[in-house]
């Protein structure tokens, strides 16, 4: 069965303090895989698309990379603000529909 | 360029009622997919429309779901006899044509959410 899984559900970090998200999963023919951020009560937020292993996508304090099985998630030097649950899905060949996993609720100190 | 919009954003309803969910692409965008999200859950993808044409179904999407997209603009999303189960933020999403189409995906971009409540 195709999944998505992230880990961890929950994570809190002190302001400054690095980390990484998981994202694996058991597709076949991975057409793309998405980042995204999502604040309480509303629309996920696109941040970015993988496409093959070995790619990577930066932008501000986040990179994206992706492997044959997962995606991280790399947050240097957080801040309060990038607070949010991040969620990724993935597109595999032979349908339209997008696979979302459950998120990780990120919560940064001050 | 607004964003994708939806109307309206909160809706409360008794069981047993008709509900109907209005999504805006992006202007342009060709692409729409409908999903439904839970409390603690990842969007769970409903539907997709390119242009007019209904191209994907979830099995999630039961005889009492009905979406429709007739003029390939904007999308219409009915639930009819309401259940409580059905309470959940409903996301609508959009895509460009072409977008990663040279690797046959597609980039969303998502509406702020229409939340159902069912009494």
């Known amino acids: 069965e195709d999944q998505v899984t992230q880990s961890p559900e929950a994570l809190r970090l002190q302001e400054g303090e690095s980390s990484s998200l998981n994202c694996s999963y058991t597709?076949?023919?991975?057409?793309?895989l998405f980042w995204y951020r999502q604040d309480p009560g509303k629309g996920p937020e696109f941040l970015f698309t993988?496409?093959?292993a070995g790619e990577e996508k930066e932008k501000e304090r986040l990179k994206a990379t992706l492997t044959k099985k997962e995606s991280f998630l790399h947050i240097t030097a957080p801040k309060p603000e990038d607070s949010a649950t991040y969620l990724c899905?993935?597109?595999?060949?032979?349908?339209?529909?997008?696979?979302f996993g459950t998120g990780t609720r990120l919560k940064v100190l001050a | 360029d607004t964003g994708v919009s939806q109307n309206p954003r909160h809706k409360i309803t008794k069981r047993g009622q008709n509900v109907t969910f209005r999504c805006d692409p992006i202007?342009?965008?060709?692409?729409l997919y409908w999903y439904r999200q839970t409390l603690g859950q990842g969007p769970e993808f409903l539907t997709y429309?390119?242009?007019?044409?209904?191209?994907?179904k979830s099995r999630l999407l039961s005889d009492r779901f009905s979406a429709e997209r007739p003029k390939g603009s904007f999308s219409t999303l009915e639930i009819q006899r309401t259940e409580q189960g059905d309470s959940a933020m409903y996301l609508c999403?959009?895509?460009?044509?072409?977008?990663?189409?040279?690797?046959?995906?597609?980039?969303?971009?998502f509406g702020p959410g229409t939340r159902l409540t069912v009494l």
């Open positions: 999403a959009s895509s460009p044509r072409g977008s990663g189409r040279a690797r046959g995906t597609d980039t969303q971009y």
């Open positions: 597709v076949s023919g991975l057409r793309g």
């Open positions: 993988l496409y093959s």
């Open positions: 899905a993935v597109h595999f060949g032979g349908t339209y529909k997008y696979i």
């Open positions: 202007s342009e965008h060709n692409r």
């Open positions: 429309f390119q242009n007019e044409a209904q191209l994907e």
